[in-house]
């Protein structure tokens, strides 16, 4: 059988062992032993270090205010459902028929009973309209709402309004 110079067979490997003693076979093991042990007691000394080497934080607790207005209500809310914010939606605003457009808004807020716009055009309280979502598919109703509010806000109007009748949850969908 030909090797290369540089690849040592089994018998060169076989041989350099067939000259070692008994005593030489304690004094490997006792070394692999010794070796052993140090990779243990060097990985569990390096395991523990790191575990502290990062500093643990702790954040108290937070505590709930004994009047939580959304578990308990609030004595100055005036509304019937909670309102949340979320992505703007652009929608279109048109007379209480639907017929006559009026310009557009976005939704600022929303809840189940009304919405929250930011328009450039100005709704006096009590007015009765209607608003759609200008994404909305054809052939979708306009809402009902009338203006409880209207106020200037950066020099757009902010208009808080209420469903005359609530839209179907699919409508809602559409507002945000």
Request: hydrophobic share 45%; proline share 7%; charged share 20%.
């Amino acid at each position: 059988m030909h090797t290369e110079p540089w690849q040592p067979s089994l018998t060169m490997i076989a041989s350099l062992f067939a000259n070692f003693t008994p005593e030489f076979d304690w004094i490997a093991m006792a070394a692999g032993l010794a070796a052993s042990l140090v990779a243990v007691f060097v990985g569990v000394r390096l395991s523990r270090r790191g575990a502290t080497a990062i500093p643990v934080v702790r954040h108290p607790r937070p505590t709930m205010p004994a009047n939580d207005p959304f578990r308990y209500g609030s004595a100055t809310e005036r509304r019937e459902s909670y309102r949340r914010k979320g992505a703007r939606v652009r929608v279109e605003l048109a007379d209480a028929e639907g017929g006559n457009e009026l310009g557009s808004a976005w939704v600022v807020d929303r809840s189940a009973g009304g919405l929250c716009l930011l328009s450039t055009t100005e709704l006096p309280a009590g007015v009765i309209f209607s608003v759609r979502p200008v994404h909305a598919p054809n052939g979708t109703p306009w809402a009902r709402a009338e203006v409880k509010s209207c106020r200037e806000a950066d020099g757009e109007w902010e208009i808080g309004c209420k469903f005359v009748r609530q839209p179907s949850w699919s409508m809602m969908l559409l507002f945000g």
